[in-house]
Each structure stands twice: as structure tokens, then as C-alpha cells.
């Protein structure tokens, strides 16, 4: 993973956190439950693996860097799925770039 494909996701991450947050807004504007839904999950989260828990928050949340369409994932699979790839993708390389950085 080169400097551009980083700089290019966490483009594309910023510009979905906005677009979380928007949705989010208009979410909790029409229907509280969404706010029920989310802490439920959270609730889960202590008991299950935390980034699949947060896949699946993110998912509910149409959060997914393949979903150009609201209702459209470009990937053939659920978004859950996607986002926890990307997840797990991104925090192995993170893992990485300490364990090669070192300690200083
Ligand atoms: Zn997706």
C-alpha cells in the first residue's frame, strides 16, 4: 500500500464520516429508534469481536467506502462484510507500520 492509496482512503473515509454524520442527523431528526439501535449494538459490542460489532454499526449506518448509492453496495456481498474487510485491512497495515517504525 503506497502513500497515494493511503491518502486516497483516508480522503474517502473523511468524506464518508461526513456523509455518516449527515445521515445520522436526518436518522435521528425522523426516528429516535435509531439512537435505541445503536446503543443496543454497542451493548453487543462488549461481548463480540469489536470490529466486526463496529461493521456492523457502521453498515446499518450505510457507512461503506463501496456504497456510492445510498441503497447500492458495488461490492457483491453485505456491506457489513466490506466495511469489516476495509477495517481489518487498514489495522493490519497500521499494526504493521508500528512494528516497522520501532520504538524511537
Ligand atoms: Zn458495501
Keep these: 500500500m ?8 483516508e480522503l474517502m473515509l473523511r468524506r464518508e464520516v461526513m ?3 449527515k445521515s445520522f442527523t436526518e436518522d435521528l ?3 429516535s429508534s435509531t439512537m435505541r439501535v445503536l446503543s443496543e449494538r454497542v451493548r453487543a459490542m462488549e461481548e463480540k469481536d469489536v470490529v ?3 461493521s456492523h454499526i457502521l453498515a ?3 457507512f461503506c467506502h463501496n456504497n456510492t448509492d445510498r441503497y447500492k453496495c458495488l461490492k457483491n456481498m453485505p456491506c457489513s462484510t466490506c466495511i469489516y ?3 481489518n485491512k487498514r489495522l ?4 504493521k507500520e508500528k512494528k516497522g ?3 524511537t
Design 2 to 9: 503506497n502513500k497515494k492509496t493511503i491518502e486516497q482512503l
Design 19 to 21: 456523509r455518516l454524520e
Design 29 to 31: 431528526v425522523r426516528n
Design 52 to 54: 466486526k460489532s463496529i
Design 60 to 62: 446499518k449506518c450505510d
Design 85 to 87: 474487510n476495509f477495517l
Design 92 to 95: 493490519t497495515d497500521i499494526y
Design 101 to 103: 517504525s520501532g520504538n
